[in-house]
């Protein structure tokens, strides 16, 4: 086999459809577009979520609820988690850099640590938030905590 020889594969290629030039391209004609009507016009967009005249979905469904677009998202772990977690990845500081490395959260998560459960080891927290009994039960296992904005 030479260079000058190589060919896609079979079907890997098609012919560009060259509409609006003339009967010789086998578009001619209406130019694919059928016969009439503003859909066959130049200049003609479709409205999104256009349903022909029937109510469109996003008025036939009714509203519910209130989404505040204030609200802050964290990703929660338990105190009993942890022990599990650092002993599993090998964390001996967790922080939001190793949570992310290690897989366990997404790059702009927030990351709270809640108060059930129990914990033995010894680890430095730099998280976004903690809950008040975490708190208590995290110093108390001699650990320490760091708020991270």
Known sequence: MK?????PAKGATHKEKRIGRGDGSGHGGTSTKGTKGQQSRTGYKR?????GGQMPIQRRIPKRGF???LRVEYKVFNVGQIDHLSET????EFSLENLYVNGLIAQN???????????KAKLAFKVNAVS???KSVIEAAGGTIEIVK
């Not at 990845?89 to 001996?92: A, D, E, M």
């Open 3 to 7: 260079l000058h020889e190589l060919r």
């Open 47 to 51: 409205k999104m979520a256009h349903e």
């Open 67 to 69: 989404n505040n677009v």
């Open 89 to 92: 990845y090998n964390i001996k």
């Open 109 to 119: 998560d927030r990351v709270k640590i809640l108060g059930n459960g129990e914990i």
């Open 132 to 134: 008040g009994k975490a």
